[in-house]
């Protein structure tokens, strides 16, 4: 870490650039943005790429846009079109995507920055993160796991607002998969794991926001059919994600048919049944369920 007796501002940081990815999130984006902003880091490069906001969102925007390197309201074909387009306007040593309703911890910048240089540099580095409400009030607490390449395959247990990217490694395999809708997070850290070594840090890096109406909580049958897709690219039938998605995908379809959709006690049963079937530490490895309670 930084030697307390060093200023900050006589160390060549290395820049960061964030892309922030919004759509009408005017509720949580200007938290969202100041955890950015406010951090005081001396070498970043923020970009927002805004879908088209109706909702005062680019009020926002437009307030900070001093402070932003670029920023643009354009219709795009979702989260990961946004990302990538963010990308190519990036120039910084390590990028990281923020989206409009999640925040940075303070200090989380300078972590990450410093941890990555003494690391070596590698393709990607992550830290912990908390899941928070609406309100911003802690639901559950991340648990610190170290990286684990294989168990990576089966569960994406690194939390996308907490986790860096060397932007050289990242273009030079191709950037975001914007075939990806739901999981373009864990297809890209197995492609980083694969192609470069990745880092882990015992440090709180952000806050992930959950409520009722992210995209994650209504993605139903195309969320599961996605995981199921990535699960098999990787791993073939060996997958359990594709075993588990591919099961519940079948669930959600055949209630879609029938105009229903799986009842909550029907998840949690099913939730009981793939953790007792796959993981002896008792985890739910379809569900990244690591979180310890507040």
């Known amino acids: 870490m930084v030697d307390d007796h060093v200023s900050v501002e006589s160390i060549v940081w290395p820049k960061v650039s964030i892309v922030v990815p919004v759509l009408n999130q005017v509720r949580f984006l200007d938290e969202a943005l100041r955890s950015v902003l406010d951090q005081g880091y001396p070498n970043l490069e923020l970009v927002v790429m805004d879908g088209g906001s109706t909702d005062g969102s ?9 402070r932003i390197a670029h920023w643009e309201s354009v219709v795009d074909n979702g989260q990961s079109h946004a990302i990538s387009k963010g990308l190519a306007r990036c120039s910084g040593d390590l990028f990281n995507w ?19 240089i003494e690391k070596g540099k590698p393709a990607m580095i992550y830290g912990r993160a908390d899941k928070v409400d609406e309100m911003g009030r802690c639901i559950k607490r991340g648990v610190y796991r ?21 932007r050289e490694v990242m273009n030079a395999l191709g950037g975001i998969d914007t075939a990806c809708d739901f999981a373009m997070d864990w297809d890209l ?15 709180l890096w952000s806050r992930l926001r959950v409520y009722p109406s992210t995209k994650t909580s209504i993605g139903g049958i195309r969320r599961a059919r996605e995981i199921a897709r990535i699960g098999f690219k990787y791993s073939g039938f ?20 029938k105009g229903r959709t799986i009842s909550l006690w029907m998840r949690k049963a099913l939730d009981t049944v793939f953790s007792k079937i796959w993981d002896p530490n008792g985890f739910m490895v379809h569900l990244k369920d690591f979180e310890r309670g507040c």
């Open 189 to 203: 850290a197995v492609r980083m794991a694969r192609d470069g070594r990745v880092e882990s840090v015992d440090e």
């Open 238 to 257: 060996r997958s359990k994600n594709f075993w588990v998605f591919h099961a519940m995908n079948s669930f959600e379809l055949v209630g879609a048919l």
């Open 98 to 116: 923020l989206n409009g309703d999640d925040v940075l911890v303070e200090g989380s910048l300078l972590s990450a920055a410093t941890h990555w």
């Open 146 to 166: 170290p990286f684990d390449r294989r168990l990576l395959l089966d569960l994406y247990y690194i939390t996308q607002p907490s986790c860096f990217y060397s």
């Open 58 to 66: 680019l009020d926002i925007i437009e307030r900070y846009s001093a």
